[in-house]
Antibody
Framework: EVQLQQSGPEVGRPGSSVKISCKASGYTFTDYVMNWVKQSPGQGLEWIGWIDPEYGSTDYAEKFKKKATLTADTSSNTAYIQLSSLTSEDTATYFC???????????WGQGASVTVSS | EIVLTQSPTTTAASPGEKVTITCLASSSVSNMYWYQQKSGASPKLLIYSTSSLASGVPDRFSGSGSGTSYSLTINTMEAEDAATYYCQQWSSNPWTFGGGTKLELK
């Protein structure tokens, strides 16, 4: 069974950084691109970017290019998103989602909440 | 960036009723994808490549459309279908989602 297990809730101070993990199991981690999606409280979904764990290549939505950094550790089958220079607008739930052919997000993590508070 | 506009924003349906959700794209897209999100849960893939049903999705769900106009139809509403539905495209970077349609049980 494909599973994406995300790390727990994070609280970050304004201006600081947080790093969320997404541990994959039940499939070959390097065979699938991983997407990251943001959902602000009571709001819709926003695509942040993707990472290809095999090559480490990434692509980001313009809005998140200076905010998010995507990485992957193939030894532990874990994808990461680091959010920097936190502001209140970063308070949200962040999902990782596996991308399968044809460009579908067929498995999702449970979401990791980030709260920015002083 | 391609903007996806869903309508209605909120709707309610009785069991057995037919429900249609529309997604209009600001530019032509080659395919549309639909996700269902229940309260407190992660989104779940429903429809891919405009009209293909994802694995395990009941066949009362269907998708159609082309160009800039797409729709998701629930043929006969069931209580478990109460959720928020999102359309999504990846014809051009960035991937974008519609604003969501909240479907409630009447």
């Amino acid at each position: 069974e494909v599973q994406l297990q995300q790390s727990g809730p994070e609280v970050g101070r304004p201006g600081s950084s947080v790093k969320i993990s997404c541990k994959a199991s039940g499939y070959t981690f390097t065979d699938y691109v991983m997407n990251w999606v943001k959902q602000s409280p009571g709001q819709g979904l926003e695509w942040i970017g993707w990472i290809d764990p095999e090559y480490g290549s990434t692509d980001y939505a313009e809005k998140f290019k200076k905010k998010a950094t995507l990485t992957a550790d193939t030894s532990s089958n874990t994808a990461y998103i680091q959010l920097s220079s936190l502001t209140s607008e970063d308070t949200a739930t962040y999902f990782c989602a596996r991308v399968a052919i044809p460009d579908v997000m067929d498995a999702w993590g449970q979401g990791a909440s980030v709260t920015v508070s002083s | 960036e391609i903007v996806l506009t869903q309508s209605p924003t909120t709707t309610a349906a009785s069991p057995g009723e037919k429900v249609t959700i529309t997604c209009l794209a600001s530019s032509s897209v080659s395919n549309m994808y639909w996700y269902q999100q229940k309260s407190g849960a992660s989104p779940k893939l429903l429809i891919y490549s405009t009209s293909s049903l994802a694995s395990g999705v009941p066949d009362r769900f269907s998708g159609s459309g082309s160009g800039t106009s797409y729709s998701l139809t629930i043929n006969t509403m069931e209580a478990e279908d109460a959720a928020t539905y999102y359309c999504q495209q990846w014809s051009s970077n960035p991937w974008t989602f519609g604003g969501g349609t909240k479907l409630e049980l009447k």
